[in-house]
């Protein structure tokens, strides 16, 4: 089975602090994505990569920033944290065009509260 | 740009009853189709797809069809069970890297 592992599933940071959330898939999965999920927003999409260093931005980039210097790891980044980024933050990753359908697997979230 | 509409909730039904989630999409070419569900607490699984018009996707006693006539690919199951409560979410792949995904539409069932 596919697996990608969020390394938390629960933060709690203070308004300016730093935050990484990182993500690994054991795949071999071209694509990594971040979405963010709000109550009545549905999932909306951060960064995504498609390959080793290299990103793209989503709908909703500002406020964050990304890394992916290994393929299966996918880090996201907030410089500082404000408290209107208190989300859900998902991780997911497919097969590249090539490969894939396009069909997304996704960790099982992490809930960061920005006090 | 592409797009995904789907219905609003909550959808709130006893168990055994029938059940149809609306979505209807927007794209340029051939998107592939997809429905997601969310359980209370976790990430999002994959629960059916269909990649061309006319297929059908199935898995778990949901179904959906892809109808390009239409723009649908509406999630139906014949009787609902209580374990069947969570969020389900419509996607669609149109040939770029990411999934567009719609709001998610919350199903809550009771005994």
């Known amino acids: 089975d596919v697996k990608v592992t969020q390394s938390s599933r629960y933060l709690v940071k203070r308004t300016g602090e730093k935050v990484f959330l990182e993500c690994v898939q054991d795949?071999?999965?071209?694509?990594m994505f971040w979405y963010r999920q709000d109550p009545g927003l549905g999932l909306r999409l951060i960064y995504f990569?498609?390959?080793?260093?290299?990103?793209e931005k989503g709908d909703i980039p500002e406020g964050y920033s990304v890394s992916r210097e290994k393929k299966e790891r996918f880090s996201l980044i907030l410089e500082s944290a404000s408290t209107n980024q208190t989300s859900m933050y998902l991780c997911?990753?497919?097969?590249?065009?090539?490969?894939?359908?396009?069909?997304?697997?996704f960790g099982e979230g992490s809930r960061l509260t920005v006090l | 740009g592409d797009s995904v509409t789907q219905m609003e909730g909550p959808v709130t039904l006893s168990e055994e009853a029938f059940l149809t989630i609306n979505c209807t999409y927007t794209?340029?070419?051939?998107?592939?189709l997809f429905w997601y569900v969310q359980y209370p607490g976790e990430g999002l699984q994959l629960l059916l797809k269909?990649?061309?018009?006319?297929d059908k996707g199935s898995n778990k006693g949901f179904e959906a069809t892809y109808r390009k006539e239409t723009t649908s690919f509406h999630l139906e199951k014949g009787s609902v069970q209580v374990s069947d409560s969570a969020v389900y979410f419509c996607?669609?792949?149109?040939?770029?890297?990411?999934?567009?995904f719609g709001k998610g539409t919350t199903l809550s069932v009771s005994s």
């Open positions: 990569s498609y390959d080793v260093k290299m990103k």
């Open positions: 997911a990753s497919s097969f590249g065009l090539a490969r894939g359908t396009g069909e997304l697997f």
């Open positions: 795949m071999d999965h071209e694509n």
């Open positions: 996607a669609l792949s149109g040939g770029g890297t990411a999934l567009i």
């Open positions: 269909a990649t061309k018009a006319d």
């Open positions: 794209a340029t070419g051939y998107p592939s």
